[in-house]
């Protein structure tokens, strides 16, 4: 196909979707945002104009694929031109496809459908009808037994690697709405002068939060502050050698509210020991010709239909932690695992005996480096953590080996191994 002057038109802007959609035929949705609903392909399909679109995000659940338009894997060029060239080679398919669209769209998001979802809703969180006498869900549903989510802390502790922390901090305030969200960040007393410096540059920044350490206190008191600082939030224990992603927060959020008692939420990553994906207890490489956020974008879309696997530890790389679990719980154990290696291990055992459940998301992939704060003394920490806490729980290792080989976590990396291939072959010649 040549491109002349012809073909490529720029309309500018209009006053409303009406006008919008009366240029087009076909919509193109391609972003690389992971739509939470999708209101332009709404509007398109309502106005009978097929869409082509990465299956990504909740585009899948508008758009019926060969139906009402065409979804693409994320980032596959050739496929969207290929559902380009078929539609402009078959143009009766724009007619039936877009009725389909608009007859789909009128029948699940009018005003009466919204009207009475809405009130349904109403119904089962109050136990009161909203229109009339009509029967009410008697049993008790998903909200009222988990609740209403609570503000988030992100605390990050800080602790000399400059370079990685002005990476994690700068992926942070890239990837989170601080509206309702804080950061804290704590530098538990770094001998190198650069993080003041970096630190300094964040001090008037708004939804950032400094403290600063007189004394080296340890990971685990360091975590503590930050969690007793958070008073009444859901908290996120985030490394500051890690890189996070697109809808990052948004995805742990949702797996932790997703069914009761589920008390902390870990991320995938690429590179956390059992908590990597897709081969676990190593390094994944990122394609190099793929930015963080186009290969995170990619395993995501490849697992985001997966389960959440219940394991019986998460990981303090990327820990989001319910405060009402925190509130029944405690603190972590700062006797015991002071400097670390061990202190979330414990304390999701701990949570487990009291009910609580721990999940891997599949909504949520943040990049770690590991270890850039212990240089040379990983090892050390890691078998007196060990010991301490199989001393306390004989049935540790049973359970994590069970946990870390279920169907459910089997599934969950296989839909990102599959992702990892087809990241191998995107935009490669």
């Known amino acids: 196909m040549v491109l002349t002057a012809d073909n490529l038109v720029f309309v500018g802007y209009k006053e409303n979707a009406r006008a919008a959609m009366q240029e087009i035929n076909v919509l193109l949705n391609l972003s690389t945002f992971a739509e939470s609903f999708g209101r332009t392909v709404a509007e398109a399909m309502a106005s009978a104009r097929p869409v082509i679109a990465y299956r990504w995000g909740a585009l899948p659940e508008l758009v019926q694929d060969g139906e009402s338009g065409y979804l693409v894997p994320f980032f596959d060029i050739d ?15 724009i007619i039936s496809m877009g009725q389909r669209g608009r007859e789909f769209v009128a029948g699940h998001f009018s005003q009466q459908v919204l009207r009475d979802r809405m009130a349904e809703g109403y119904e089962r969180i109050t136990g009161q009808p909203i229109y009339g006498e009509r029967p009410l869900h008697n049993e008790a549903t998903a909200a009222r037994l988990i609740g209403a989510a609570p503000p988030t802390t992100i605390i990050i502790p800080v602790h000399d690697a ?10 942070v305030l890239h990837h989170t709405d601080l509206r309702d969200t804080e ?6 007393a770094s001998s190198d002068p650069a993080i003041g410096e970096l630190l300094n540059a964040y001090e008037a920044r708004p939804g950032l939060r400094i403290f600063r350490a007189s004394h080296n206190q340890g990971y685990t008191r360091t975590v503590n502050l930050g969690i007793k600082l958070a008073a009444g939030r859901d908290v ?48 994944n490489e990122r394609p190099d010709h793929l930015s963080h956020e186009q290969y995170a974008l990619l395993m995501v879309q490849a697992t985001y239909q997966c389960p959440a696997p219940a394991v019986p530890t998460g990981s303090g790389f990327c820990l989001f932690m319910r405060r009402a679990m925190i509130d029944a719980v405690g603190l972590f154990d700062v006797d015991r695992f002071p400097r670390g290696y061990g202190e979330e291990n414990e304390f999701c055992m701990r949570a487990m005996d009291e009910g609580w459940q721990h999940l891997i998301s599949p909504w949520s992939f943040v990049y770690h480096v590991r270890n850039a704060s212990f240089k040379g003394e990983k ?15 004989p049935n540790y290792d049973a359970l994590v080996r069970a946990g870390f080989s279920q169907p459910a976590l089997t599934y969950l990396r296989e839909a990102s191994a599959g992702a990892q291939t087809q990241a191998r072959g995107i935009g490669v010649p």
């Open 79 to 93: 496929g969207v031109l290929k559902a380009v060239l078929d539609l402009c080679a078959h143009e009766e398919k």
């Open 162 to 171: 400059v370079e990685e922390v002005r990476a994690c901090i700068a992926s």
């Open 183 to 188: 950061v804290m960040i704590i530098d538990d």
């Open 236 to 283: 996120i224990l985030l490394n500051s050698d890690t890189i996070v992603t697109p809808r990052w927060l948004e995805g742990l959020r949702a797996s932790a509210y997703s069914r009761p008692m589920v008390g902390t939420v870990t991320a995938m990553s690429d590179n956390a020991g059992a908590f990597s994906f897709p081969i676990a207890g190593q390094k």
């Open 379 to 393: 090892e050390q920490l890691l078998a007196a953590g060990l010991a301490r806490l199989t001393a306390l729980y």
